[in-house]
């Protein structure tokens, strides 16, 4: 039996299910931020267990969701240069920018390669010392170590063709952003597992407390959400939202301090912009001083015009938890997991993809049920 | 002898007749092909003549459970077999790319030709094209296969009748994680390979037994179980509930698909084959398919049920539902 059977079994989540119809008092609505969540939620059926007073929106903890496409088109410049191979994560390839995509740049014969970690990156520089291995560094506190910690071995290495784009992000700030938009009315948050088991439960403290908003940080799979879910609506019930860590196997209170320390060492923080979510200060990652050589925008040159967000697409408005995929007007017309218009839809963990998946493709289909 | 394939090799000229006496008729031994005649000429069957091709580009060209050469020779030998068919003959049509190695050559034709040998279709004609370097990758393969379908059945797609029963041969994207592994460099370990094989033993043994119960015979291959089921339930116009908690699939497979961010739903398989039958015979259609090797792990998995919109569904193992989408694009890893 695997570690994960349990968490899976009907014999402990139906209980948890039962628990759930018992102890809601009144309509509740969670957010939950992360796009791994979103996709078990919809995976193992989850929301077709769910009394139908409790909302689930889903947030904006996609990290190729809300990467800008100004970021997609520095990615598309590099490409475009002739002694540039691009390393990316799979999911980055069909999020289409001002000009196509890194799928349309490598049919016209870019290098544009699919690796699982920037360590792969790193080889793949090693093996091919005459051209630039470029890394599109984007994600959030989950990856911001792994390529942290590349950036050291290049160094160490002495590694001179191995460069990334830094277009990282940092959740708390960015939540607390969202969160204090008025129109959102959540109630409860239920805090992503893997970002999480990085910086620590009582990263959420404060969100906690000045939003007033349920905490509950949970793993991944169905026992894990339940419980989280569970957790939320007890403590929407007391009156007194706090910080629960419903992921203790995974998460400590204080987080994993040599990740933490080893993001520190790389990067610094930096104003971002979010897709949708617009610049929000001191949210995104850039490479310190010292590691300049390894900026790619600087070493490569690459500048791009200021970049419009596709016209119609309501990715912005999905990501703020404000609209379901079917009331955006592209959403399974012009833009479908084939066709993406807009990044939601392209990412296996993007908002719109996973109601596109799991759901049944129609917007008749979709707006049956959803919450 | 040369090491690597030159564009010699594929002029018609001397190169080529060495290349075909020295490497081809070693392994391809068939009389009707050692003769080297313009077309193979087979002998007199009675039935409905069944005809299928596939191209196989597979990258990696060697991995864990088989190579290009068994999948070609499978591939083609199951589309045949899924329509009720016996699979006869296989024509082999190779194009190389320059530059090619000629001992990975001979690999792959020993093992097209065992392969073959074993499954008891032989290779009746065949003929290679050699393109300069950068123009293929490696090698491609084409075989066709020609087959006989018997009058007594008629297995299709569009055959899927509400109430039926849905079974499954075996294990699930055995066959897809050992390549996506393959590409990655990523190392699944558990033993897991290719599950490519032939089925027209398995489908013989299940139509000779059988008295019109059978409807629907499908290799889930590329966009694996659930596009396969998406077709049959769209063509037939017929709803398929699947249940999760019934899908055979190896720990190993699925603990690597989490890890990689892939659904085991979505990913190929090269020796499988959904049946949707009559629900009084699918007992006994099972325990036929578990009596063979090939189907030793064969599991009814789901059911038609009695709605006509061409949907399916999955019952998740923690009593959930969700529908099933045929696959869009390929699969790609996630990030974190």
Known sequence: MKCADGFRSRDVTAPLVEEIGRSLERPVRIMEVCGTHTMAIFRHGIRS??????????????????????????????????SVTIATFGDLIRVPGSRGSLAAARARGARVEIVYSPMDALTLAQGEPQRTVLFPAIGF????????????????????????????????????????????????????????????????????????????????????????????????????????NCYTRAVTAEGNLRARQLINQVFEPVDSQWRGLGIIPASGLRLREQYHRFDGARRLDLAVQPAQEPKGC?????????????????????????????????????????????????????????? | ????????????????????????????????????????????????????????????????????????????????????????????????????????????????????????????????????????????????????????????????????????????????????????????????????????????????????????????????LATTLCEIARASAVDIVIEEERLPIRPAVETACELIGLDPLYLANEGKCILVCDRDGAEEILQTMRRMPEGRDAALIGWVGEGRRGRVSLTTRIGGSRLLEPLTGQPLPRIC
């Open chain 2, 1 to 224: 002898m040369d090491t690597f394939i030159s564009l010699d090799h594929g002029s018609g000229g001397l190169a080529s007749q060495n290349l075909i006496g020295n490497l081809f008729l070693k392994y391809l031994t068939c009389p009707q092909l050692r003769d080297l005649e313009d077309c193979a000429v087979l002998g007199e069957y009675a039935g409905r003549i069944a005809l299928s091709t596939d191209s196989y580009v597979v990258d990696p060209l060697f991995f864990p459970g088989g190579d290009i050469g068994s999948l070609a020779v499978h591939g083609t030998i199951n589309d045949l077999a899924m329509r009720g068919a016996l699979p006869l003959a296989l024509s082999l049509a190779l194009i190389i790319e320059e530059g090619f190695s000629l001992a990975d050559l001979e690999r792959i034709i020993a093992s097209v030709a065992r392969s073959s040998e074993s499954a008891g279709v032989a290779i009746v004609t065949g003929d290679t094209k050699v393109v300069p370097r950068g123009k293929a990758d490696g090698l491609f393969i084409n075989t066709t296969g020609i087959g006989i379908a018997s009058h007594r059945h008629d297995i299709s797609g569009t055959k899927a009748q509400p109430g039926d029963a849905v079974l499954l041969s075996g294990t699930l994207a055995d066959h897809g994680i050992t390549i996506m592994g393959a590409q990655a460099s990523i190392d699944i370990g558990g033993g897991i390979q290719s599950d490519t094989q032939p089925l027209h033993r398995l489908v013989g043994a299940l139509l000779e037994e059988d008295t019109g119960r059978i409807h629907v015979l499908r290799d889930p291959t590329r966009g694996g």
């Open chain 1, 314 to 371: 309501r990715c912005g408005e999905i990501l703020k938890g404000r609209m379901l995929p079917p009331d955006c007007p592209l959403y399974g017309t012009v833009c479908t997991p084939l066709q993406p218009i807009g990044p939601c839809m392209v990412s296996n963990e993007g908002t719109c993809a996973a109601y596109f998946r799991y759901g049944g493709g129609s917007r008749e289909m979709k707006t049956g049920g959803l919450d």
């Open chain 1, 49 to 82: 267990l769910l009394p139908e007073f409790i909302t689930l929106l889903s947030g904006p903890g996609c990290p190729v969701c809300v990467t800008p496409t100004n970021h997609i088109d520095l990615f598309l410049a590099a490409a475009d240069q002739e």
């Open chain 1, 141 to 244: 506190e989950t990856t911001a170590p792994t390529i942290a910690a590349t950036i050291l071995a290049a160094e160490q290495m002495g590694i001179d063709n191995f460069v990334i784009i830094d277009a990282g992000k940092t959740m708390p700030r960015a939540l607390d952003e969202l969160l204090a938009d008025p129109d959102l009315r959540v109630d409860g948050l239920l805090c992503p597992g893997h970002v999480s088991a990085i910086i620590g439960s009582e990263a959420y403290r404060p969100l906690a407390d000045t939003h007033r908003l349920a905490c509950a940080v949970a793993g991944f799979e169905p026992a894990d959400i339940l419980a989280g879910l569970l957790s939320l609506i007890r403590q929407v019930n007391e009156g007194s939202p706090g910080v629960a």
